[in-house]
């Protein structure tokens, strides 16, 4: 599992069918690049917010049924229109972003759940709409296991949000365990870390096993797809319990035998569990 937002995204990867790789390539793109603009470069916090704005604009221009200016946003349109797709998500991308620009703590939990709201769900809603899935059971799903991936790329990124003023880790959290932000920029784990760390892996766990069934209800190459990314993220979870959540010095990877180890429980969904661990699928 990557560092990026979107590192995780299908993105014409082999199970995804041929005809909507056009559609996840356009979402993918406009996502990719309003984060970029959000947390790359050099840009002064007003340049970023306002290139932004020309992105709700050009949304604006597609809603309304008018061409959009931007070459991406054309792409884009043209594949919401063939896949009759919600415009809502991608604004809330967009509200997301703009947060990240503004934002750089979060006093609770609470806080932390509406930004995943807005910057992962979206995503998944989206996919789920390509597939022609609107079930709000399945919905429900696809927001939990979304927002459990987000905060897992949370956990693996402490050191590096950090480097980028931002700290995801609620507040009144680390109030409550005594861990003070020096600790972080030191690249402490001593003290009360762990169990600081041990309750935001288990509270993320619960949230992707709660999501991890739709997995197994999605039949054929979208199935496949989620029980992947779902693995990927509970491999991740179990690297940062078995460190004591030291991502200071053990950031989690996954490496070949991990993906490896999660087609192999992909392609057998429904067979018997052989080991002990947090596994969700």
Known sequence: M???????????SIPVPRRLRRAVHAIYHFARYADDV????????????AELARL??????IKRGDTPAMPMMQTL???????????????????AFRQDVTKTRYASFAEVMDYCRRSANPVGRLILALYGVHDTRHLAMADGICSALQLI??????????????????????????????QIANGD??????PMMAKQIERTRKMLQAGAPLGKVLKGRLGLELRLIILGGDRILKKLHDSGGDVFHHRPVLTWKD??????????PNGRRTERSCHTC
């Open 2 to 12: 990557s560092v990026g937002h979107y590192e995780n995204f299908p993105v014409g």
């Open 38 to 49: 959000a947390d790359e470069g050099e840009q002064r916090p007003e340049e970023r917010l």
């Open 56 to 61: 709700e604009a050009e949304l604006d221009c």
């Open 77 to 95: 349109a043209r594949e919401i229109a063939a896949h009759q797709l919600p415009l809502q998500p991608f604004y809330d991308l967009l509200s």
């Open 153 to 182: 790329n949370f956990l693996q990124d402490v050191a590096i949000d950090w480097k980028k003023d931002r700290v995801y880790l609620p507040q009144d959290d680390l109030e409550r365990f005594r861990i003070r932000e020096a």
């Open 189 to 194: 784990s001593s003290g009360l870390w762990r």
């Open 259 to 268: 993906w490896l180890y999660m087609l192999w429980r992909a392609l057998r």
